[in-house]
């Protein structure tokens, strides 16, 4: 492995979660997603986003059939 992927370090945090249940097969989560990471300088950074998930029951396996996100996008290149 890189000595880039040694040191990599993302940490994602889920806030504010609210979930609402649709009936028996469906269910919506919103939350803020806080993804906080160490960039190729070695600085901490953050970013910020808001995420809707939708989740249908299918087969006896929760699916995600919907996301919207706004803010900033969650993927970070730690070492880029």
């Known amino acids: 492995p890189s000595s880039c992927a040694s040191r990599r370090t ?3 945090t889920l ?4 979930v609402h ?4 097969d469906g269910a919506s989560i919103a939350y803020i997603r806080l993804t906080q990471y160490i960039d190729k ?6 970013r910020q986003s808001e995420e809707t998930r939708v989740w249908h029951r299918k087969g006896g396996r929760w699916v995600c059939v ?3 996100r706004s803010g900033s996008p969650s993927s970070v ?3 880029a």
């Open 77 to 79: 290149h730690a070492c």
């Open 41 to 46: 300088d070695g600085e901490l950074r953050s």
């Open 21 to 24: 249940l649709m009936g028996e």
């Open 10 to 12: 993302i940490q994602t």
């Open 15 to 18: 806030l504010n979660p609210n």
């Open 66 to 68: 919907h996301l919207h």
